[in-house]
T-cell receptor
């Protein structure tokens, strides 16, 4: 079974600075997806960024980018120019490419932005 | 923009009572998921539907939990009887076809007293 581990329960960063959230995962599969989801307080979870395992190039979405290290099974999220609206719980998630395609989530990292 | 709808948003119930949650996925989304999120943890899949059929319910406590999606559109998750340990956020998500993205609803926060 696949597992996802986020070792940072809480992180904080100054507004406009850069922060990196860590995620490691365990799988025996070679083809899969990795995601970062954002869950703001009292609001629904939304997708921030995704990475397909067969792609070597790291995904980027505006201020959000990932560092995908397949051999190390590491998938970190970098947020540049942090904004107050980035404050939320961030979840790393794994999904098999085939099969039932359910998401397996990490425990989450609570990100605080200091003005 | 289309969203996944869930109701109620909050529910307080006493131990041993029955409780039900409703989810209406984005129109056209054939795949529907129910997740349970205990406070301070990541969501865990309870059940996955493809249209009206259950694809994965391996983590659903079937002695007290049931889920249905009779017409392949909206879905109901029921707990009977509720236990203190069932206090959590119950999230519904839906996905279109072979798309990678799951869209989440706002969730139902259940408190069992």
């Amino acid at each position: 079974a696949q597992t996802v581990t986020q070792s940072q329960p809480e992180m904080s960063v100054q507004e406009a600075e850069t922060v990196t959230l860590s995620c490691t995962y365990d799988t025996s599969e070679s083809d899969y997806y990795l995601f970062w989801y954002k869950q703001p307080p009292s609001r629904q979870m939304i997708l921030v960024i995704r990475q397909e395992a067969y792609k070597q190039q790291n995904a980027t979405e505006n201020r959000f980018s990932v560092n995908f290290q397949k051999a190390a099974k590491s998938f970190s999220l970098k947020i540049s120019d942090s904004q107050l609206g980035d404050a939320a719980m961030y979840f790393c998630a794994y999904r098999s490419r085939g099969g039932a395609q359910k998401l397996v989530f990490g425990q989450g990292t609570r990100l605080t932005i200091n003005p | 923009e289309a969203e996944v709808a869930q109701s109620p948003r909050y529910k307080i119930t006493e131990k041993s009572q029955a409780v039900a949650f409703w989810c209406d996925p984005i129109s056209g989304h054939a795949t529907l998921y129910w997740y349970r999120q205990i406070l301070g943890q990541g969501p865990e899949l309870l059940v996955q539907f493809q249209d009206e059929s259950v694809v994965d319910d391996s983590q659903l406590p079937k002695d007290r939990f049931s889920a249905e999606r009779l017409k392949g559109v909206d879905s109901t998750l029921k707990i009977q009887p509720a236990e203190l340990g069932d206090s959590a956020m119950y999230l519904c998500a839906s996905r279109e076809g072979v798309s990678y993205e799951q869209y989440f609803g706002p969730g139902t926060r259940l408190t069992v007293t």
